[in-house]
């Protein structure tokens, strides 16, 4: 049983953070690239954010200097800390892994197709 679950996600007004958390169970992280992707109302899926295995970490233009991906591999979780949150960034969040060889684990990707594990999302809803 390999599962992704996120958690975090809620409501919260404009200008303030939220930290997401992805945590696997069935399996360890550590070999795996993690995705965060979003989807808001009428909009397509979107990358947000990828963290490698070996840490490197990728951001969509939207959201660089307001989110920060992490992982912490001993509790197989994978964050996103989301700051000065806007209206825009309304959606359901995903986060995704993709195992990679030892070779690529300096790579993550920000596009669905390569991803092969998908969480259930949460909601995140910026408003006032």
């Known amino acids: 049983q390999l599962q992704l679950v996120e958690s975090g996600g809620g409501l919260v007004q404009p200008g303030g953070s939220l930290r997401l958390s992805c945590e696997a169970s069935?399996?360890?992280?550590?070999?795996?690239?993690i995705g965060w992707f979003r989807q808001a109302p009428g909009k397509e899926l979107e990358g947000v954010s990828c963290?490698?295995?070996?840490?490197?970490?990728n951001y969509a233009d939207s959201v660089k200097g307001r989110f920060t991906i992490s992982r912490d591999n001993a509790k197989s979780t994978v964050y996103l800390q989301m700051n000065s949150l806007q209206p825009e960034d309304t959606a359901i969040y995903y986060c995704?892994?993709?195992?990679?060889?030892?070779?690529?684990?300096?790579?993550?990707?920000?596009?669905?197709?390569?991803?092969?594990?998908w969480g259930q999302g949460t909601q995140v809803t910026v408003s006032s």
């Open positions: 995704a892994a993709d195992r990679l060889p030892s070779s690529l684990w300096a790579l993550c990707r920000m596009t669905s197709p390569p991803y092969e594990l």
């Open positions: 069935g399996f360890t992280l550590d070999y795996y690239a």
């Open positions: 963290i490698s295995s070996s840490g490197s970490t």
